[in-house]
């Protein structure tokens, strides 16, 4: 294959595939200066020379795989594509608009994974295959949030750069009229290069280094993403080291072992009996799954610029504040499956978005089987994720999402605001606390998301300035409404209301489980179970909460849950 740009034919003119090799060059250009500048802006400060060499090699090993592999297709054009037509006045305005839109798209792709990266300190993960799958929500939140126009033009300018610097360099490629022998060459070597590679790359991520940022900076955002995609519902058996069935349930026992919630029977079950008084009051249960309100924030988790005033006041002056709680994943469906269901996550995709998962444990469920009412409501589209439908097969009666908000006070595209949901649900908890039956409500919060925006007036910060902590304000200071309203209403006295995060706002930091992104808060407030404010230092996760919530209710019941009730037997 030629190697240099310069190289020319017998006759003196540039081939096709000196361009060929143009592209593939320009293209590793294009991965290294991301990366290079993706390190420049977030990378570690303090990180070795060797590991930053060991970095750059090990993402360039990774670049020119996928640079080859995009370039098959061209190699394959070539070859298909007779003499007569490459020719071609058509063929030329034909390829040449092909090239644009070709770089367009690909400029516009290194760009989006730069904010992509600003935001998660990450390569295309699963994140970016939901994004793909939920256009609507997410479109239109990149538009709300990111300069999309400047962008889009930008990229469509530097495309046009190109396109005009190749045709200068490769006027002449079309005098070039390659023998089939030769065209042929060229794919079957482009082809054996591509399948010679392909073992030496790991499809699992890098270990360039200890440092985790550095391990993203290794990769490649089209491998990652391509990894992500494949291995949201893979075969598990073909990718992870597997025991047998009967040792695995051994061990799990092992882990639940309880002397407040014995096994049910012996054998292949985790099904567990809790002990408890049939007799005390079926309290109600209010559970806020609060989004990405990590406890960062908090100051009365150690943030000394608190965002969050009104949950610190009733966090430490009339709650039950858990102060070291980590959260199992850093999406939304992780705290599903967490929080509601008490289930760890499993590689690939949450249990709330596999399919065949119907049967799955929730508290919705244990409540209903003690004749409760339940009731979800989320200010959003319902589909997004499947949370409808995972809520509604599993123990919820009723889903209130963002179609059943007839005129709401402020929108974005994740749905209603906060101060909607939460005046809904007081609504919906009077009409439930007049019925004859107890009642569990979940409440999914919106707005601390991005774009980061909010109605006006309700705190001092300007909602245009679309900032995370500001909308962490917001979202306290809608808790803070509702619990005011909570207290002039007849359930309060005898319902329990917990507030716990579904996740932290963002996964940052150089090691590789950056613990301090998993920090959640979980307050439990309420006069029916907070007799006087405690500050629980008890170790605990998202798969704690619902087992300690039914701990405070204090009756028997049997569940699936793999978590431990943190005010029974806390972790030692």
């Known amino acids: 294959m030629p190697t240099i740009l310069s190289a020319k034919t017998g006759n003196g003119v540039r081939t096709r595939y000196h361009f060929v090799v143009f592209c593939f060059l320009t293209q590793l250009a294009a991965f290294t200066g991301l990366r ?63 090239c644009f839109i070709w770089w367009l798209v690909e400029i516009f792709l290194l760009m989006a994974e730069f904010f992509f990266f600003e935001e998660f300190q990450s390569r295309f993960n699963t994140v970016a295959v939901d994004y793909v799958l939920y256009p609507t929500e997410v479109f239109i939140n990149i538009w709300d949030s990111y300069p999309v126009v400047t962008v889009v033009v930008t990229c469509a300018a530097l495309s046009v750069a190109w396109v005009w610097i190749a045709n200068r360099l490769f006027r002449e490629m079309w005098l070039d009229r ?27 991520g890098t270990n360039a280094s200890t440092d ?56 292949l079950t985790l099904r ?47 709650g039950m504040l858990f102060a070291n709680l980590y959260a199992c994943g850093n999406r ?58 995972f809520t509604t097969r599993n123990g919820y009666d009723c889903f209130i999402e963002q179609k059943h908000f007839d005129q709401p006070t ?58 995370r902590e500001n909308a962490v304000k917001y979202s306290d200071w809608c808790l803070g409404q509702f619990f005011k309203a909570a207290k002039q ?15 932290g706002a963002r996964v940052y930091g150089s090691q590789r489980i950056p613990i301090h992104s998993y920090e959640i808060p979980l307050v439990i407030l309420g006069p029916a179970v907070v007799k006087s404010p405690a500050r629980i230092a008890a170790l605990g996760g998202s798969l704690d909460v619902s087992p300690t919530v039914l701990g405070l209710l204090g009756w028997p019941y049997e569940t699936m849950f793999f978590g431990r009730d943190l005010l029974c037997e806390p972790f030692e």
């Not at 009051?281 to 908090?298: H, K």
């Open 272 to 318: 567990r009996r809790t002990h408890g008084d049939p007799n005390r009051p079926r309290l109600n249960v209010v559970m806020f799954l609060e989004e990405s309100l990590g406890s960062e924030f908090w100051g009365c988790l150690g943030r000394t610029n608190t965002c969050t005033p009104e949950m610190d006041k009733l966090a430490t002056g009339e």
């Open 410 to 467: 402020f929108t974005t595209i994740w749905g209603a605001c906060d101060e909607d949901i939460f005046a809904r649900a007081i609504q919906e908890f009077r009409e439930l606390s007049r019925q004859d039956k107890p009642f569990l409500g979940t409440i999914l919060s919106v707005s601390n998301h991005k774009p980061y925006t909010y109605p006006a007036g309700r705190i001092r910060e300007n909602p245009n300035e679309r900032r």
């Open 178 to 204: 390659s023998r089939p022998g030769k065209r042929f060459a060229w794919l079957v070597g482009a082809v054996a290069l591509a399948a010679i590679l392909t073992p030496t790359v790991t499809f699992k």
């Open 36 to 98: 290079l500048a993706l390190f420049l802006k977030f990378g570690p400060a303090s990180a070795a020379p060797s590991e930053l060499g060991t970095t750059f090699l090990i993402g360039l090993h990774r670049d020119v795989y996928v640079a080859l592999l995009l370039l098959l297709p061209l190699v394959f054009w070539f070859f298909l594509l007779p003499n007569g037509w490459f020719v071609a006045t058509w063929h030329r305005v034909l390829f040449r608009f092909a």
């Open 332 to 389: 939304t469906v992780r705290g599903f499956e967490g929080v509601l269901s008490s289930f760890p996550p499993l590689p690939g995709d949450s249990i709330v978005k596999r399919d065949r998962s119907d049967n799955v444990e929730t508290i919705a469920r244990v409540l209903k089987r003690d004749g409760y009412n339940t009731l979800f409501l989320y200010g959003g589209r319902g589909f997004f994720d499947g949370m409808r439908s």
């Open 212 to 267: 985790r940022t550095l391990n993203e900076l290794a990769n490649n955002g089209a491998i990652a993403f391509a990894c992500a995609a494949w291995t949201h519902d893979l075969d598990y058996a073909a990718f992870y080291k597997t025991i047998p069935r009967d040792e695995a349930y051994q061990r799990v026992r092992r882990l639940l072992t309880s002397t407040n919630a014995p096994f049910a029977a012996d054998g």
């Open 489 to 503: 209403e007849a359930f309060w006295t005898n319902t329990i209301f917990v507030v716990v995060a579904d996740h």
